[in-house]
């Protein structure tokens, strides 16, 4: 019989352990495999009229498109880390969501290979010009992610205890962890259920490729920033320290600007993903001056 005060970390651990997270990975890896393997079948099924599909979906002509499946799975089980670090470190948390929007701008980019039109014309054709949007924002951001993370372990290395207090934040940030897992799996479910009721109509065309990039990462985001919301006004009963509510606060802009992302396209959807990760970098950093200083004179005094 568990014990009610037991409850929490009981679901948690069987959530989110260490034992999940590996029993996880493995599924989802195997999926991927499988689902890239399955929409290559199916495009050459297609190509060889050995099925009939009334699409003209770019994600069902050309090989190179197949890689968009798996990479959906792994998307998958990036939001599952990003819940299964929630607990562990804010910093990673937030690195996690600079991840997944980085990943579903690579996964894009293998639909754009598939229709890229190679001619002198490169920059007067819209499609040539986003893949080269997007290749370039996925190198800026990898790189500003790098930097994330190095501002990240720089923060971790100062605090070498964990103060009671903290860990009663920590306690609360499982008990928001456990409660996303099946949330986030509900809003999967129903936007797979959606969208494939939606594709299978007689008298319904394949949704755009846009709404498809999106699908229920436009959901995702907008749960994010409410728990970004809920983490920086709990944050408050823990400490009041300026700088750590800036930083808190200045996460919840950079969600923020993710979410606004999805709602428009082109040029400024990429901007707005950079801008984000940028204005999320530059937090961080001013966050770990201000804790370098207070370190400082710590020592001094």
Same mark, same amino acid.
């Given at each position: 019989?568990?014990?009610?005060?037991?409850?929490?970390?009981?679901?948690?651990?069987?959530?989110?352990?260490?034992?999940?997270?590996? !029993?996880?990975?493995? =599924?989802?890896?195997? %999926?991927?495999? *499988?689902? $890239?393997? +399955?929409? /290559?079948?199916?495009?050459?099924?297609?190509?060889?009229?050995?099925?009939?599909?009334?699409?003209?979906?770019?994600?069902?002509?050309?090989?190179?498109?197949?890689?968009?499946?798996?990479?959906?799975?792994?998307?998958?089980?990036?939001?599952?880390?990003?819940?299964?670090?929630?607990?562990?470190?804010?910093?990673?948390?937030?690195?996690?969501?600079?991840?997944?929007?980085?990943?579903?701008?690579?996964?894009?980019?293998?639909?754009?290979?598939?229709?890229?039109?190679?001619?002198?014309?490169?920059?007067?054709?819209?499609?040539?010009?986003?893949?080269?949007?997007?290749?370039?924002?996925?190198?800026?951001?990898?790189?500003?992610?790098?930097?994330?993370?190095?501002?990240?372990?720089?923060?971790?290395?100062?605090?070498?205890?964990?103060?009671?207090?903290?860990?009663?934040?920590?306690? !609360?940030?499982?008990? =928001?962890?456990?409660? %996303?897992?099946? *949330?986030? $799996?509900? +809003?999967? /479910?129903?936007?797979?259920?959606?969208?494939?009721?939606?594709?299978?109509?007689?008298?319904?065309?394949?949704?755009?490729?846009?709404?498809?990039?999106?699908?229920?990462?436009?959901?995702?985001?907008?749960?994010?920033?409410?728990?970004?919301?809920?983490?920086?006004?709990?944050?408050?009963?823990?400490?009041?320290?300026?700088?750590?509510?800036?930083?808190?606060?200045?996460?919840?802009?950079?969600?923020?600007?993710?979410?606004?992302?999805?709602?428009?396209?082109?040029?400024?959807?990429?901007?707005?993903?950079?801008?984000?990760?940028?204005?999320?970098?530059?937090?961080?950093?001013?966050?770990?001056?201000?804790?370098?200083?207070?370190?400082?004179?710590?020592?001094?005094?």
């Amino acid at each position: 019989m568990i014990k009610t005060k037991n409850i929490v970390p009981f679901i948690f651990d069987k959530l989110l352990s260490d034992n999940t997270r590996g !029993k996880a990975e493995n =599924i989802i890896l195997k %999926l991927a495999i *499988l689902s $890239f393997f +399955i929409h /290559l079948a199916i495009i050459y099924f297609l190509k060889f009229d050995f099925i009939e599909f009334p699409s003209n979906s770019e994600l069902l002509k050309n090989p190179i498109s197949a890689a968009y499946t798996p990479f959906s799975f792994i998307l998958v089980y990036e939001v599952y880390l990003l819940i299964y670090y929630l607990p562990k470190s804010f910093t990673t948390y937030i690195t996690k969501q600079y991840e997944i929007i980085t990943l579903i701008i690579i996964r894009k980019l293998f639909k754009d290979l598939s229709a890229l039109e190679l001619t002198a014309d490169w920059f007067e054709i819209k499609g040539d010009l986003q893949f080269t949007y997007d290749l370039v924002a996925s190198l800026v951001l990898f790189y500003l992610i790098y930097l994330f993370q190095k501002q990240g372990k720089r923060k971790a290395s100062q605090e070498t205890s964990i103060k009671p207090v903290i860990e009663k934040f920590v306690q !609360k940030k499982r008990l =928001i962890a456990i409660i %996303l897992v099946p *949330l986030f $799996f509900v +809003i999967g /479910l129903y936007t797979f259920i959606d969208w494939s009721s939606g594709i299978s109509a007689p008298s319904t065309k394949l949704p755009s490729f846009e709404s498809i990039n999106n699908l229920f990462f436009d959901q995702f985001f907008t749960v994010l920033i409410l728990v970004d919301v809920v983490l920086l006004l709990i944050s408050f009963f823990y400490t009041d320290q300026f700088h750590k509510i800036i930083r808190n606060s200045g996460f919840v802009i950079s969600t923020i600007l993710i979410r606004m992302s999805f709602g428009v396209s082109g040029l400024i959807s990429t901007i707005l993903i950079v801008a984000a990760v940028l204005f999320g970098l530059a937090i961080i950093t001013i966050h770990n001056k201000y804790e370098m200083d207070a370190f400082t004179n710590k020592k001094l005094n």
